[in-house]
């Protein structure tokens, strides 16, 4: 089993900057991808950002040149650094882990949430 634990959020005003952190903890023998995604209230949950186990990264259009990712293999962790920060990025965000479990028959890979951790942008 692995866990993932995110810390962050809070409240800020419109233009502020947060910095999100996530960190996996349990069995892990490694990690594929790593992102955030956030779900505002009525919302369907949206990809934010992720990043390869390799750094190759991926932002919405929505946050790109406002929002970087980045990880560190070696303890598991991803980050989610939000700058410029607009009231329409007001949601609860939740960092996930994509690992393989390796079996006879080949890798499987499981999705892995955190709890999820709310940002509120005020105008």
């Known amino acids: 089993q692995v866990q993932l634990v995110e810390s962050g959020g809070g409240l800020v005003q419109a233009g502020g900057s947060l910095r999100l952190s996530c960190a996996a903890s349990g069995i892990i023998f490694r990690i594929n991808g790593m992102g955030w995604y956030r779900q505002a209230p009525g919302e369907q949950r949206e990809l934010v950002a992720s990043?390869?186990?390799?750094?190759?990264?991926n932002l919405a259009d929505s946050v790109e040149g406002r929002f970087t990712i980045s990880r560190d293999n070696a303890k598991n962790t991803v980050s989610l650094q939000m700058n410029s920060l607009k009231p329409e990025d007001t949601a609860v965000y939740y960092c996930n882990a994509k690992v393989p479990e390796y079996r006879v028959s080949g890798p499987v890979e499981y999705d892995y949430w955190g709890q999820g951790t709310q940002v509120t942008v005020s105008s």
């Open positions: 990043i390869s186990r390799f750094g190759i990264t």
